[in-house]
């Protein structure tokens, strides 16, 4: 059985820092691109950053390019989202998602979220 | 502003058909498969149709997707009032700021 469990969301000030982490099982994680994929508070989804199955190709939302950055240890099939220069609309819940094979394929298992809260 | 542009709503009687309409450009939808997602309050999303017309097991026949050109439509039909949820379109987006990208979603009342 897929399972994704998300940790290290948190109450951050504004100009701090996060790192997420989404520990994966029930699949060969190497083969697989992975995302997250972030819900603000009473509005839609927004893929924050998608990572190829090796970890060479990375793609960012123009909203967090440059201050996020995604990565995975495939030895210990965990995804990881570090996030720096928080701002208050960052606030939202982070789902870490498997695609189906490549960056580009759906989105076919999620994880049940970790709240991120930006505030002073 | 989402890329893609869903109705923020729709309602239908029990029983009754509902299409949900998903429009994007050539540079996502019109070049990419497009997928669905349903959501309850409180709970992750679930796929609920892949590569534009492709139920994943367990997906009731009720739910059918298709795709024309640079729009995509979910179809619901014998609705239930267990189907009121949060759907969600979503792509591949292959421009200079290439990334997956979805629709603002439709939130279906069943009534």
């Known amino acids: 059985e897929v399972q994704l469990l998300e940790s290290g969301g948190g109450l951050v000030q504004p100009g701090g820092s996060l790192r997420l982490s989404c520990a994966a099982s029930?699949?060969?994680?190497?083969?697989?691109?992975m995302s997250w994929v972030r819900q603000a508070p009473g509005k839609g989804l927004e893929c924050v950053s998608t990572?190829?199955?090796?970890?060479?190709?990375?793609y960012y939302a123009d909203s967090v390019k440059g201050r996020f950055t995604i990565s995975r240890d495939n030895s210990k099939n965990t995804l990881f989202l570090l996030m720096n220069s928080l701002r208050a609309e960052d606030t939202a819940v982070y789902y870490c998602?498997?695609?189906?094979?490549?960056?580009?394929?759906?989105?076919?298992?999620w994880g049940q979220g970790t709240l991120v809260t930006v505030s002073s | 502003q989402s890329v893609l542009t869903q109705p923020p709503s729709v309602s239908a009687a029990p029983g009754q058909k509902v299409t949900i309409s998903c429009s994007g450009s050539s540079s996502n939808i019109g070049n990419n498969a497009v997928s669905w997602y349903q959501q309850f309050p409180g709970t992750a999303p679930k796929l609920l149709i892949y590569e534009n017309n492709e139920r994943p097991s367990g997906i009731p026949d009720r739910f059918s997707g298709s795709k024309s050109g640079t729009s995509a439509t979910l179809g619901i039909t014998g609705l239930q009032t267990g189907d009121e949820a949060d759907y969600y379109c979503g792509t591949w987006d292959s421009s200079l700021s290439a990334g997956w990208v979805f629709g603002g979603g439709t939130k279906l009342t069943v009534l």
């Open positions: 990572i190829s199955n090796g970890g060479g190709g990375t």
């Open positions: 029930g699949f060969t994680f190497s083969s697989y691109a």
């Open positions: 998602a498997k695609s189906l094979a490549r960056p580009k394929d759906n989105f076919d298992y």
